[in-house]
């Protein structure tokens, strides 16, 4: 049985109901409200961690978000392990599994904590120096034993099973933090009757008014008017109140991430509701209310398990009910730790002594402390501690040296001062200002509309703040269009005081110190570390800061960066703003990345496009490829075929009989207007003018560059209409490439562009019997050869839908391509599938549709150009209209690079021996038996097997390779070299009759 | 995120709906064909990348689809000024030189 630490008339959890949880496998039990830190300290355990580097045993420093220390894993089942949650925030909920990180093997003997004898390898910058030779040994040794030595939790290894949501907000005033200033503004800014959403990390909002005890506002305790004002606000229709919330980042123009936590505190969540909720929310006002955060002192062994900061015993004792010891110390340079003493002593808690470096502080705090009978040592510093699980005393000094004397404790308590939240401020690019009365930093110059309020502005005293931040919520308001009249603002009061505290290592913890004194906690750097990367010739905070890695610990230095910087300066002899503060980027606190990722994964990552006919596919038993987006028919394997027998059987079947193929997913827009062929002829190669309404073109298009951007048949419907197609992928880009150019550069023009490829389905079917399979289903049009020639295109009926007919070919064949609308896409599919089945024809898919392709040399834009091939290159010379004095990319085309010799061009390859397939991607070279690295000439673009062809064919980009036909060339693979001979690109039907039918 | 006002639809909206297209008055030369090199790689190539106010042409793609162009201080990405294509580069810019 554990003792208990929880004190029956403290803290506000009163008689609440008890909560059981584990801690490494142990049993323990809390209260309905703990945190788990508050629930553990409650039975006496401190003892919580191992550090990142040393394995030095760690403790529960703060109460709050900025904890750097209790860092534990939550096991909710196989795939929820959370590694590195603050105890201090976690919630206590029924059955909570925790377990402590980085320590083997257990948390009380820890074999890896050797590495904190063998520290002075592991100094700053350590990971530079020490590991850097030999560099195979970086890879096998030191990085894989680094990374098992030096860490924290484990990622868990299977998919996360939560969910998230994700929610847009607008807002007239966004409040950041719900202590007393943040209320104040809220409250302000809600009273004039403008939209206000206040949004606090905390369950319970208040902030410091869980722990100041003497505060009263509006006559009430503190806490008690905090919560009465919650009430109030959560009444109001134009408030939005946002609990265990973080404003995580402050992005342009008022634009606020923030993240809401919705069941880690609940036992049992419903599988329903989201973990976390993102909102980004878009305010015309913000209001920071980011309060200030107590900084520890820096001096010998600060770290062991019971050293904390005094406002978090405060806030364990006055909100929890739960003395951190029974014997405490306090070490200070600050007013605020005596109320910590006072309270616990009041409380019946024993205050072993107060260590104050300070020779003659003054105030109430320190009167009332001397009233209670608390030993006071003015003008002396603790220089170490001793103790090794937990801290079992501290030895004191005069500030000069001189005789030590050893106090015990089992606690103790500190407190440098306060250091503003100025993290949100700084990412809204706002600049800090150093003020050197109070020795912080506050914020200066604002970037944005935004104001900060309170203890984040440097504001000490609650009236102040109070004051400070009702004036600014109704201002915030105001300026964000809210009228209302005249308000009243509350009062508060209190005995508390502010006071400057100091920053950098405390007197006894000086260059000549031997024991550790740490500024920053999670990545265990220590006051030398900053000394030594100082020395080490870093002059610049940002180079300190990366050296030492001091603040870069997923707390980001909450407590440790003014230390650091103290320190940097004073081994720099300079100023704390001649060094200056490193930047604050988001997130503020570790933010998962199911918030962010959010409902953006699995099939929701992004859209999945479907033509008309996926389902027809679907049933003929289509194996689908993903083209982009899109889901696209590869091939149609029968009766157990795989896919290269399918492929073989679709491409022969296409070119005795037909096949059919759904070719939906090519780009299609309308360009209409008097103006159309003027433009065309701007945006293409090819000369449109002439060409007669009926008839189709093949296409080129150019960047400016001269470099081929996409290619399509076009088919002229009339004067002022031509009807294009963009490869599957090019459709959005060639739009707004023409858009571009009609808007800016041409908008004399009068011509009108729209995108059409969801309105057509097209469905070609291509082979010497294709004509046969559609004739039954035409109405209207007369397909013989001698009225529709290859590269034409007829409007009238098929199975009594409106089409555009084409007859056109991507196979060689006689072929057709008939556009419906795609509503009709299911209905015409079926209908040809019905007739083609009569002449022996099959489905095909876009692999056989390659092959057919790569057969006749034809070239796949992105595949056999790579937007560096113009259409030379390519073989398409004939495609650019000679007589042309104007299209985009002719100016490019000349360059003289472009018309050098020794450009690669589009050649055909056959490999010596005809069964040996290339792969796609290989490089080409002359002579195989040069050294390595080889000079490489080119590389295989295209290379199928083609049945009917029987033997392997290419498709390649080589240096000159049009001057090379005959030649052999060589393919270097990992296992052999293969032999090729450069050939032409068309490797069926050369002279093309088929496709005339 | 940023806001971007499109001057043709008049709304100040989301970054998401727009894409940038790169410098602004930057015109095609109208004989291109007949330009020399050193004139093509100026109008191809050189663009300013300031340190400071940049004019520069975005489109409203998921909105009105209207290309425009706006004058933006990169180092703070404010907008000072959108307005339409083919308008004048504006002389004086509302709050330039503030934070």
Same mark, same amino acid.
């Given at each position: 049985?554990?003792?208990?630490?929880?004190?029956?008339?403290?803290?506000?959890?009163?008689?609440?109901?008890?909560?059981?949880?584990?801690?490494?496998?142990?049993?323990?039990?809390?209260?309905?409200?703990?945190?788990?830190?508050?629930?553990?300290?409650?039975?006496?355990?401190?003892?919580?961690?191992?550090?990142?580097?040393?394995?030095?045993?760690?403790?529960?420093?703060?109460?709050?978000?900025?904890?750097?220390?209790?860092?534990?894993?939550?096991?909710?089942?196989?795939?929820?392990?959370?590694?590195?949650?603050?105890?201090?925030?976690?919630?206590?909920?029924?059955?909570?599994?925790?377990?402590?990180?980085?320590?083997?093997?257990?948390?009380?003997?820890?074999?890896?904590?050797?590495?904190?004898?063998?520290?002075?390898?592991?100094?700053?910058?350590?990971?530079?120096?020490?590991?850097?030779?030999?560099?195979?040994?970086?890879?096998?040794?030191?990085?894989?034993?680094?990374?098992?030595?030096?860490?924290?939790?484990?990622?868990?290894?299977?998919?996360?099973?939560?969910?998230?949501?994700?929610?847009?907000?607008?807002?007239?005033?966004?409040?950041?933090?719900?202590?007393?200033?943040?209320?104040?503004?809220?409250?302000?800014?809600?009273?004039?009757?403008?939209?206000?959403?206040?949004?606090?990390?905390?369950?319970?909002?208040?902030?410091?008014?869980?722990?100041?005890?003497?505060?009263?506002?509006?006559?009430?305790?503190?806490?008690?008017?905090?919560?009465?004002?919650?009430?109030?606000?959560?009444?109001?229709?134009?408030?939005?109140?946002?609990?265990?919330?973080?404003?995580?980042?402050?992005?342009?123009?008022?634009?606020?991430?923030?993240?809401?936590?919705?069941?880690?505190?609940?036992?049992?969540?419903?599988?329903?509701?989201?973990?976390?909720?993102?909102?980004?929310?878009?305010?015309?006002?913000?209001?920071?209310?980011?309060?200030?955060?107590?900084?520890?002192?820096?001096?010998?062994?600060?770290?062991?398990?019971?050293?904390?900061?005094?406002?978090?015993?405060?806030?364990?004792?006055?909100?929890?009910?739960?003395?951190?010891?029974?014997?405490?110390?306090?070490?200070?340079?600050?007013?605020?730790?005596?109320?910590?003493?006072?309270?616990?002593?009041?409380?019946?808690?024993?205050?072993?002594?107060?260590?104050?470096?300070?020779?003659?502080?003054?105030?109430?705090?320190?009167?009332?402390?001397?009233?209670?009978?608390?030993?006071?040592?003015?003008?002396?510093?603790?220089?170490?501690?001793?103790?090794?699980?937990?801290?079992?005393?501290?030895?004191?000094?005069?500030?000069?040296?001189?005789?030590?004397?050893?106090?015990?404790?089992?606690?103790?308590?500190?407190?440098?001062?306060?250091?503003?939240?100025?993290?949100?401020?700084?990412?809204?690019?706002?600049?800090?200002?150093?003020?050197?009365?109070?020795?912080?930093?506050?914020?200066?110059?604002?970037?944005?509309?935004?104001?900060?309020?309170?203890?984040?502005?440097?504001?000490?005293?609650?009236?102040?703040?109070?004051?400070?931040?009702?004036?600014?919520?109704?201002?915030?308001?105001?300026?964000?269009?809210?009228?209302?009249?005249?308000?009243?603002?509350?009062?508060?009061?209190?005995?508390?005081?502010?006071?400057?505290?100091?920053?950098?290592?405390?007197?006894?913890?000086?260059?000549?110190?031997?024991?550790?004194?740490?500024?920053?906690?999670?990545?265990?750097?220590?006051?030398?570390?900053?000394?030594?990367?100082?020395?080490?010739?870093?002059?610049?905070?940002?180079?300190?800061?990366?050296?030492?890695?001091?603040?870069?610990?997923?707390?980001?230095?909450?407590?440790?960066?003014?230390?650091?910087?103290?320190?940097?300066?004073?081994?720099?002899?300079?100023?704390?703003?001649?060094?200056?503060?490193?930047?604050?980027?988001?997130?503020?606190?570790?933010?998962?990345?199911?918030?962010?990722?959010?409902?953006?994964?699995?099939?929701?990552?992004?859209?999945?496009?479907?033509?008309?006919?996926?389902?027809?596919?679907?049933?003929?038993?289509?194996?689908?490829?993903?083209?982009?987006?899109?889901?696209?028919?590869?091939?149609?394997?029968?009766?157990?075929?795989?896919?290269?027998?399918?492929?073989?059987?679709?491409?022969?079947?296409?070119?005795?009989?037909?096949?059919?193929?759904?070719?939906?997913?090519?780009?299609?827009?309308?360009?209409?207007?008097?103006?159309?062929?003027?433009?065309?002829?701007?945006?293409?190669?090819?000369?449109?003018?002439?060409?007669?309404?009926?008839?189709?073109?093949?296409?080129?298009?150019?960047?400016?560059?001269?470099?081929?951007?996409?290619?399509?048949?076009?088919?002229?419907?009339?004067?002022?209409?031509?009807?294009?197609?963009?490869?599957?992928?090019?459709?959005?880009?060639?739009?707004?490439?023409?858009?571009?150019?009609?808007?800016?550069?041409?908008?004399?023009?009068?011509?009108?562009?729209?995108?059409?490829?969801?309105?057509?389905?097209?469905?070609?079917?291509? %082979?010497? /019997?294709?004509? #046969?399979?559609?004739?039954? =289903?035409? !109405? *209207?049009?007369? &397909?013989?050869?001698?009225?529709?020639?290859?590269?034409?295109?007829?409007?009238?009926?098929?199975?009594?839908?409106?089409?555009?007919?084409?007859?056109?070919?991507?196979?060689?064949?006689?072929?057709?391509?008939?556009?419906?609308?795609?509503?009709?896409?299911?209905?015409?599919?079926?209908?040809?599938?019905?007739?083609?089945?009569?002449?022996?024809?099959?489905?095909?898919?876009?692999?056989?549709?390659?092959?057919?392709?790569?057969?006749?040399?034809?070239?796949?834009?992105?595949?056999?150009?790579?937007?560096?091939?113009?259409?030379?290159?390519?073989?398409?010379?004939?495609?650019?209209?000679?007589?042309?004095?104007?299209?985009?990319?002719?100016?490019?085309?000349?360059?003289?690079?472009?018309?050098?010799?020794?450009?690669?061009?589009?050649? %055909?390859? /056959?490999?010596? #021996?005809?069964?040996?397939? =290339?792969? !796609? *991607?290989?490089? &080409?070279?002359?002579?195989?038996?040069?050294?390595?690295?080889?000079?490489?000439?080119?590389?295989?673009?295209?290379?199928?097997?083609?049945?009917?062809?029987?033997?392997?064919?290419?498709?390649?980009?080589?240096?000159?390779?049009?001057?090379?036909?005959?030649?052999?060339?060589?393919?270097?693979?990992?296992?052999?070299?293969?032999?090729?001979?450069?050939?032409?690109?068309?490797?069926?039907?050369?002279?093309?009759?088929?496709?005339?039918? | 995120?940023?806001?971007?006002?499109?001057?043709?639809?008049?709304?100040?909206?989301?970054?998401?709906?727009?894409?940038?297209?790169?410098?602004?008055?930057?015109?095609?030369?109208?004989?291109?064909?007949?330009?020399?090199?050193?004139?093509?790689?100026?109008?191809?190539?050189?663009?300013?990348?300031?340190?400071?106010?940049?004019?520069?042409?975005?489109?409203?793609?998921?909105?009105?689809?209207?290309?425009?162009?706006?004058?933006?201080?990169?180092?703070?990405?404010?907008?000072?000024?959108?307005?339409?294509?083919?308008?004048?580069?504006?002389?004086?810019?509302?709050?330039?030189?503030?934070?």
């Amino acid at each position: 049985m554990t003792i208990s630490f929880r004190l029956a008339n403290a803290g506000r959890l009163g008689r609440a109901k008890s909560v059981r949880f584990s801690f490494d496998g142990k049993e323990y039990a809390g209260v309905e409200g703990d945190t788990l830190a508050s629930a553990l300290l409650a039975n006496g355990v401190h003892l919580v961690g191992r550090s990142f580097k040393y394995h030095r045993p760690r403790g529960i420093l703060s109460a709050g978000a900025e904890e750097p220390s209790a860092l534990v894993g939550i096991h909710r089942d196989a795939e929820r392990k959370t590694p590195n949650i603050r105890a201090t925030v976690q919630e206590l909920y029924e059955g909570l599994n925790a377990v402590s990180q980085n320590r083997w093997p257990s948390l009380s003997f820890d074999a890896g904590s050797v590495s904190d004898l063998a520290s002075p390898l592991l100094s700053a910058g350590f990971y530079y120096k020490t590991f850097m030779w030999p560099k195979v040994a970086w890879k096998s040794l030191y990085e894989p034993k680094i990374r098992e030595a030096a860490g924290l939790g484990v990622a868990p290894d299977l998919p996360d099973t939560d969910h998230y949501s994700a929610r847009y907000a607008h807002c007239d005033v966004l409040v950041v933090g719900g202590g007393v200033a943040g209320l104040a503004a809220a409250f302000a800014a809600a009273e004039t009757g403008a939209r206000v959403i206040l949004c606090d990390e905390q369950a319970d909002l208040g902030g410091a008014l869980r722990y100041e005890q003497g505060a009263t506002v509006d006559g009430q305790p503190g806490w008690e008017w905090a919560q009465a004002t919650v009430a109030k606000l959560a009444a109001k229709d134009n408030v939005r109140l946002l609990t265990r919330t973080t404003g995580f980042g402050y992005y342009a123009q008022n634009f606020v991430g923030l993240v809401e936590r919705l069941t880690d505190h609940l036992a049992q969540p419903s599988p329903d509701q989201p973990r976390e909720r993102l909102w980004q929310v878009r305010a015309k006002r913000v209001v920071l209310a980011t309060g200030a955060i107590e900084r520890h002192m820096v001096f010998g062994d600060n770290d062991r398990p019971g050293i904390m900061l005094a406002s978090a015993a405060r806030a364990y004792l006055n909100h929890y009910g739960v003395a951190v010891g029974r014997q405490v110390g306090v070490f200070t340079a600050n007013d605020s730790a005596y109320w910590a003493a006072v309270d616990l002593k009041k409380a019946g808690v024993n205050i072993a002594a107060i260590v104050d470096t300070r020779d003659n502080p003054s105030g109430r705090a320190i009167e009332e402390a001397r009233a209670l009978g608390i030993e006071l040592n003015l003008g002396r510093t603790v220089i170490r501690t001793n103790g090794r699980l937990r801290v079992s005393s501290m030895v004191v000094q005069a500030k000069k040296g001189g005789p030590e004397r050893t106090i015990p404790v089992d606690a103790l308590l500190m407190s440098a001062g306060w250091t503003p939240s100025v993290h949100l401020f700084s990412q809204s690019r706002g600049k800090v200002a150093f003020n050197k009365t109070t020795n912080r930093f506050v914020p200066g110059d604002y970037a944005q509309a935004c104001v900060s309020v309170g203890a984040c502005n440097g504001t000490d005293g609650i009236d102040p703040s109070v004051a400070e931040a009702f004036a600014a919520g109704e201002k915030a308001a105001r300026e964000a269009g809210a009228k209302a009249r005249k308000l009243s603002r509350p009062k508060a009061e209190t005995s508390e005081s502010w006071s400057r505290g100091m920053a950098g290592a405390a007197p006894g913890a000086g260059a000549d110190a031997k024991s550790k004194a740490f500024v920053d906690f999670q990545n265990d750097v220590t006051a030398k570390d900053i000394r030594l990367a100082v020395g080490q010739g870093m002059r610049s905070i940002e180079h300190v800061k990366r050296y030492t890695t001091n603040g870069m610990a997923t707390d980001q230095g909450k407590t440790s960066n003014l230390h650091g910087l103290a320190i940097a300066a004073e081994t720099l002899s300079k100023t704390m703003p001649e060094v200056g503060l490193t930047t604050f980027r988001p997130p503020y606190t570790p933010v998962t990345f199911g918030a962010i990722v959010n409902h953006s994964r699995g099939p929701l990552f992004e859209p999945t496009r479907k033509t008309p006919m996926h389902d027809f596919a679907v049933a003929r038993g289509a194996v689908f490829e993903d083209v982009g987006q899109w889901k696209r028919a590869w091939y149609f394997p029968q009766g157990g075929e795989d896919m290269h027998r399918a492929v073989d059987r679709e491409c022969v079947t296409v070119r005795k009989a037909a096949g059919i193929f759904d070719g939906t997913t090519l780009g299609k827009i309308e360009v209409v207007g008097p103006d159309a062929a003027a433009f065309m002829e701007l945006l293409y190669t090819n000369p449109w003018q002439k060409l007669d309404p009926g008839r189709c073109r093949y296409g080129i298009m150019l960047r400016e560059d001269g470099f081929i951007y996409d290619d399509g048949v076009v088919g002229r419907l009339a004067e002022d209409r031509f009807h294009v197609t963009t490869t599957t992928g090019g459709a959005p880009r060639v739009l707004n490439h023409m858009e571009d150019y009609l808007q800016t550069e041409f908008p004399h023009l009068k011509v009108w562009l729209t995108s059409t490829s969801e309105q057509w389905a097209v469905i070609a079917v291509q %082979g010497p /019997k294709s004509r #046969d399979i559609i004739q039954p =289903l035409v !109405e *209207g049009i007369d &397909i013989s050869d001698e009225a529709l020639p290859h590269m034409s295109v007829r409007t009238g009926k098929f199975c009594g839908v409106p089409t555009r007919l084409f007859r056109m070919s991507f196979s060689g064949e006689r072929g057709f391509e008939i556009n419906v609308p795609s509503d009709f896409g299911r209905a015409v599919i079926e209908a040809i599938w019905k007739e083609g089945q009569k002449h022996g024809a099959c489905m095909y898919g876009t692999e056989a549709m390659h092959v057919l392709r790569a057969e006749k040399g034809y070239i796949i834009v992105g595949q056999d150009t790579d937007g560096t091939v113009t259409p030379d290159d390519a073989g398409l010379s004939w495609a650019v209209g000679k007589k042309k004095t104007d299209f985009v990319g002719i100016r490019g085309m000349k360059r003289p690079d472009l018309l050098a010799k020794g450009r690669k061009q589009l050649v %055909g390859l /056959k490999t010596k #021996d005809p069964k040996t397939v =290339l792969e !796609e *991607g290989a490089q &080409i070279v002359a002579d195989p038996r040069q050294a390595i690295p080889m000079t490489m000439i080119g590389h295989v673009s295209s290379s199928y097997w083609s049945e009917n062809c029987g033997r392997s064919i290419a498709l390649a980009l080589v240096k000159d390779g049009r001057s090379r036909m005959g030649e052999t060339l060589y393919v270097p693979m990992p296992d052999r070299t293969i032999e090729v001979e450069v050939t032409g690109t068309v490797f069926y039907d050369e002279t093309g009759a088929r496709l005339n039918g | 995120m940023l806001l971007i006002r499109c001057p043709y639809c008049e709304q100040e909206l989301p970054e998401i709906e727009f894409r940038n297209a790169g410098e602004a008055h930057v015109a095609r030369p109208p004989d291109i064909a007949n330009e020399n090199d050193a004139d093509f790689e100026k109008y191809f190539f050189i663009r300013t990348n300031p340190k400071g106010i940049i004019y520069e042409r975005w489109r409203h793609v998921h909105g009105c689809a209207r290309f425009f162009n706006a004058a933006r201080d990169t180092v703070t990405d404010r907008f000072l000024l959108t307005y339409k294509a083919g308008e004048k580069k504006p002389k004086k810019l509302p709050g330039a030189g503030k934070q």
